[in-house]
C-alpha cells in the first residue's frame, strides 16, 4: 500500500501503544457509535474545481477514571461503500487518552460526502467520547482547516 494512503490497520495498536490499556475483561455494558462527516474532498466553483485535504479523525476518551473500548473504526466513501476498517479486534483507551486516523490529502478515496463510524463500548457507565475530525488543505494561495464534530448514532422514529 502506498504511503499516500490511509494508515494500516496495525497503525493504531502501534503509533498510539501508550495510549492503550488492556480491555477490560467484565462485560461490556454501555455501549454507542458515532457518525462523523468527513471531506477528503470538496467540490468548489460549482463544480468545476475540486479541493483535496488531510483528514485526522481523532477518537478521546473523555473518562478520567476508565478505558474506553473501540470496538470499530470504518472510513466510507461518498457512496456509502466501505474504503478501510482500522481495527482487527478492538482495542482499549486509556482514561484521558487519544488515537487517530490520518486520511492523507493525496487519497481522494472517500469523496465529497466520506464519513467515519466509531462504534464503542465500556464496563458500565462512563463519559461519552468525543470524536471529531480536521480537514485541512489548500487552493491556490489559500489554506483551509475546518473541523467535523462527530455524531451520536441514535434511533429516531415513532414514540
Known amino acids: ?23 477490560p475483561s467484565e462485560g461490556l455494558t454501555a455501549s454507542g457509535a458515532f457518525y462523523v462527516p468527513v ?13 483535496d485535504f488531510s483528514v485526522t479523525l481523532s477518537v478521546h476518551n473523555a473518562s478520567e477514571t476508565k478505558p474506553l473500548v473501540l470496538k470499530r473504526i470504518a472510513y466510507f466513501d461518498t457512496s456509502g461503500k466501505m474504503v478501510e476498517s482500522y481495527l482487527k479486534s478492538p482495542v482499549a483507551l486509556k482514561p484521558f487518552a487519544t488515537v487517530e486516523v490520518a486520511i ?7 469523496g465529497t460526502g466520506a464519513n ?9 457507565e462512563i463519559a461519552e467520547p468525543a470524536v471529531e475530525a480536521l480537514m485541512v488543505g489548500s487552493v491556490g494561495a489559500g489554506h483551509y482547516a475546518f473541523i467535523s464534530q462527530g455524531r451520536p448514532i441514535r434511533p429516531v422514529g415513532k414514540n
Open 104 to 110: 492523507a490529502t493525496t487519497d481522494t478515496r472517500g
Open 39 to 51: 471531506y477528503s474532498s470538496v467540490s468548489m466553483s460549482q463544480g468545476k474545481l475540486r479541493a
Open 116 to 124: 467515519f463510524v466509531v462504534d464503542w463500548a465500556a464496563a458500565g
Open 1 to 23: 500500500m502506498s504511503e499516500a494512503l490511509a494508515q494500516s490497520s496495525a497503525s493504531i495498536e502501534q503509533n498510539f501503544a501508550n495510549s492503550l490499556a488492556t480491555v
